[in-house]
């Protein structure tokens, strides 16, 4: 265990499955505790954090769906709930916002339901979560928010996915700007396609792996450890000068 983040209190939504318990992994690995943020899936959250407390990390589970009214103001309080025995004042340094809803719909598909969802969960909440966070979030620490190359990439098939991504960059934009002098850095990291159970879909098409595969310049899909690690390099000391950025983590994917 490294001490990158030693004496760090870090929150990452959607941190029960992909990229978000990769996150969450890496961080208590390198010192930090950890809030291990679910909406649905309690036995991974739960094992997330189990598997982390047994290689000697600090890490708690906080549920709350995203995507409901009132959603900000329940996930801290859930937050204070059950962290009380590991961040008593509850405070923060890192805030990653990776819990996200996708939608396979084109425009003369997509229902006004199905638009609202997706903007509730990517956008709504990492602002409003954000507002109430800002008491809490220490003078110096990070904001990362996992974007996604949707959000650059004209992608017909996920339209409302790539508007809401796009948001999100704007809102690094913003904030970075905002928060410049509390020296509280705002980034995005934007994979591409990256191998989680949201790939499902691919593994028994060879095809489309093929085909997905021949617009990565480095001729591969990504791995969870290849995003993570420019997560983990944002939120430490290293990522200090790094502030307002989406970084691309699709291994240059149709440049």
Not at 73 to 82: G, I, N
């Amino acid at each position: 265990m490294s001490g990158a983040l030693r004496n760090k209190v870090a929150v990452v939504t959607g941190g029960s499955h992909g990229i978000g318990r990769a996150t969450v992994e890496r961080f208590a690995q390198d010192g930090a505790t950890v809030a291990v943020a679910y909406g649905h899936d309690e036995a991974a959250a739960r094992d997330t954090v189990d598997r982390i407390r047994k290689d000697g990390g600090r890490a708690f589970a906080v549920h709350t769906e995203l995507g409901t009214p009132g959603d900000a103001a329940r996930f801290w309080e859930t937050f204070d709930e059950a962290g009380r025995e590991f961040v008593p004042d509850g405070k923060i340094d890192i805030l990653v916002h990776n819990a996200g809803a996708g939608n396979f719909a084109r425009l003369a598909d997509l229902t006004e339901d199905a638009y609202d969802k997706v903007m509730a969960v990517n956008v709504k909440a990492p602002f409003f979560i954000t507002k109430l966070a800002l008491p809490r979030l220490r003078d110096g620490g990070r904001i990362i928010n996992v974007s996604s190359t949707a959000a650059r990439v004209g992608s017909p098939d996920l339209l409302v996915y790539g508007v809401s991504k796009a948001a999100l960059n704007w809102f690094t934009y913003d904030m970075a700007v905002d928060l410049g002098p509390r020296g509280i850095t705002v980034n995005a990291v934007a994979p591409g396609i990256t191998m989680t159970r949201q790939s499902d879909y691919l593994v028994d098409n060879p095809e489309l792996v093929a085909q997905q595969t021949a617009r990565v310049a480095l001729g591969r899909l990504g791995q969870t450890d290849d995003v993570v690690g420019i997560i983990a390099f944002l939120a430490s000391d290293e990522g200090r000068w790094v502030t307002g950025q989406v970084i691309d983590a699709s291994g240059g994917t149709a440049l």
